[in-house]
């Protein structure tokens, strides 16, 4: 079956410490994004990647980073000058002639 | 700046009766409207989209209208399921400036509760 596969399900982190959030398609698609998700609120974007080894910045990039070294990978590093990195975390991909997202089922990422 | 907003958090209605949440946006240069239906812990699913050529567009229970000149879109569920519960995201997809790049921009979400 083909998706996408958003590793671990949960993750804990300690003030300080970077942490990498695992994204995988095998949908063949090419363009992948990271959004976060907070109560109350929709989902915002943090990074984008339309092709193979370029991505950019979405609305609250700042303390993220990203690489996209191959099509199906996309991790997404929540570093430690992110100030609120307690959230659901998102991947989705998308084919290149549609304009809907597949997802992932997400992390959730909490900072102790 | 919002740009896509969905005022009401969240909705209650009785199993049987129709469904209608509202989603507003600013920006002209979106041109294409996505529904997404969301349970907690998991990521959303596509449920609906239109054009911004449409009007209407109906998929089983579900039925998106959009007004343009308001720049306002609805999702009508009829007959509302319990099953239907769940967090309803409302996007909107515009193209970036870097050539076939999109983007899609979602509402904050609302929490429809379909009472049996």
């Known amino acids: 079956d083909g998706g996408i596969t958003q590793s671990p399900k949960y993750l804990f982190r300690k003030e300080g410490q970077n942490v990498t959030l695992s994204c995988e398609q095998n949908?063949?698609?090419?363009?992948m994004y990271w959004y976060r998700q907070d109560p109350g609120q929709g989902l915002r974007l943090i990074y984008y990647?339309?092709?193979?080894?370029?991505?950019q910045k979405g609305d609250i990039a700042e303390g993220y980073s990203v690489s996209r070294e191959k099509k199906e990978s996309f991790p997404l590093t929540v570093t430690s000058a992110q100030k609120n990195p307690t959230a659901f975390y998102l991947c989705?991909?998308?084919?290149?002639?549609?304009?809907?997202?597949?997802f992932g089922s997400g992390t959730r990422l909490t900072v102790v | 700046d919002q740009q896509v907003k969905q005022n009401s958090p969240s909705l209650s209605v009785q199993e049987g009766r129709i469904s209608i949440l509202n989603c507003d946006y600013t920006?002209?240069?979106?041109?294409?409207f996505l529904w997404y239906k969301k349970y907690p812990a998991e990521g959303p699913t596509f449920l609906i989209s239109?054009?911004?050529?449409?009007d209407k567009n109906e998929d089983g229970r579900f039925t998106v209208f959009l007004n343009k000149s308001a720049k306002h879109l609805s999702l009508h569920i009829v007959p509302s399921q319990p099953g239907d519960s769940a967090v309803y995201f409302c996007?909107?997809?515009?193209?970036?400036?870097?050539?076939?790049?999109?983007?899609?921009?979602f509402g904050s979400g609302t929490q429809l509760t379909v009472l049996p």
């Open positions: 989705a991909s998308r084919e290149t002639a549609n304009y809907g997202y597949t």
């Open positions: 990647s339309q092709i193979v080894n370029d991505f």
């Open positions: 949908l063949n698609h090419d363009a």
């Open positions: 920006n002209s240069m979106f041109d294409y």
């Open positions: 239109i054009s911004s050529i449409k």
């Open positions: 996007a909107a997809s515009r193209t970036l400036s870097s050539g076939s790049a999109r983007q899609l921009t």
